[in-house]
């Protein structure tokens, strides 16, 4: 600010001097006579200094010195605010991954199975055989969200029926808790001779969120069948159905609706656990018994890998 200041009066007192360089300023030619130098005492009393008469922008540059120190100070917080944030989350990231939850059923203890395929692909119709089979306790994500559905006094009854007629996926936390309480039921109802436990899950994981859910938190699955069957033989399979079914979804509008959202949220559960070597594809066009007897004898040699058995 002094640096400006003695610049300025430099300026003031020689016009146009400053923005010369030195060897084109006239020479200054310096007289004897007393006047001409310059007076250090007068008998005026001195103007205080904060009454300067200069026409120096003092209170602008004050104001832009000010400003541009807070500027300074404020983006220092923001940058220390910035990394005490991102210490906390990877703090937090790193407790996560040590304290990830456990699954409430054993594995080693308990085998799950997801039935997966578009709509009327014919999963519960298979799943009837491998009970049949395999001693298989089957739990029909589709057959328990109707179930609440109707259950008096449910507060999910409304939500459901909604979904269900629209072709969309019922937020998880409604399914995943139906899924986990029948299959506590079904395991305390067990008696000690019983089969070791088996569970399909038909109908579901049906969306990525729901899939990582289940096996995070209720049970990990040994490995997944999905019957694969075109649109057009679904399509007429499912309105054949809707002649005696009594299902609100069996209709051709809804139907439209369900392989829409099985392309884009049911699929890709499918493609994640294809990645990962678990899943069984069996053609699901063929007539009913051709496809179970592909689907029991590559059950029957998976399970015995997988259960080591
Ligand atoms: N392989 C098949 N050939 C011909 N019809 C079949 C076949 N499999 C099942 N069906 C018939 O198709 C209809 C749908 O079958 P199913 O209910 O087993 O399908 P789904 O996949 O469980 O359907 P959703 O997902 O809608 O519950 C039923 O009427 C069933 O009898
Ligand atoms: O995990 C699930 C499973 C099903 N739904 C809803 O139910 C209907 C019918 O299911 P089906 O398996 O065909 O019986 C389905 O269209 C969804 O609306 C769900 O939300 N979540």
Do not use: W
């Not at 070597?277 to 496809?291: D, Q, R």
């Amino acid at each position: 600010m002094q640096l400006a200041r003695q610049l300025l009066k430099a300026r003031i007192s020689a016009p146009g001097a400053a923005l010369k360089p030195s060897c084109l300023r006239p020479t200054t030619i310096r007289t004897a006579t007393p006047t001409a130098s310059p007076r250090l005492y007068s008998t005026k009393p001195k103007e205080p200094l904060h009454k300067s008469k200069s026409n120096f922008p003092v209170v602008p540059l004050v104001a832009i010195f000010l400003a541009g120190s807070g500027a300074f100070a404020y983006m220092v917080n923001q940058r220390k605010e910035l990394e005490q944030k991102v210490k906390a989350a990877k703090e937090a990231e790193s407790i996560k991954q040590v304290v990830k939850p456990t699954p409430f059923f054993n594995p080693k203890e308990v085998t799950v199975l997801y039935v997966l395929g578009g709509p009327g692909a014919g999963k519960g119709t298979q799943c009837a055989n491998l009970v049949r089979d395999f001693g298989f306790v089957h739990l029909s994500a589709g057959d328990l969200l109707r179930a609440e559905q109707e259950r008096p006094g449910s507060q999910f009854g409304e939500l459901i029926k909604t979904y269900i007629r629209e072709g969309k996926i019922v937020p998880m936390e409604v399914t995943v808790a139906l899924l986990q309480n029948a299959m506590k039921a079904s395991l305390e109802a067990r008696k000690p001779a019983d089969h070791p436990p088996r569970f399909l899950i038909d109908g579901f994981p049906r969306q990525v969120d729901q899939a990582i859910k289940f096996e995070e938190e209720v049970c990990p699955c040994k490995f997944v069948v999905f019957f694969d069957c075109p649109e057009d033989v679904m399509e007429a399979r499912l309105l054949n159905r809707g002649k005696t079914s009594g299902r609100s979804d069996d209709n051709i509008e809804s139907i439209k609706k369900r392989f829409k959202t099985f392309v884009n949220t049911s699929m890709p559960v499918i493609d994640m656990f294809a990645k990962d070597g678990k899943v069984l594809s069996v053609n699901a066009a063929a007539p009913v018994e051709t496809v179970y007897s592909t689907v029991k004898s590559e059950v029957a040699r998976l399970l015995k890998e997988k259960e080591g058995k």
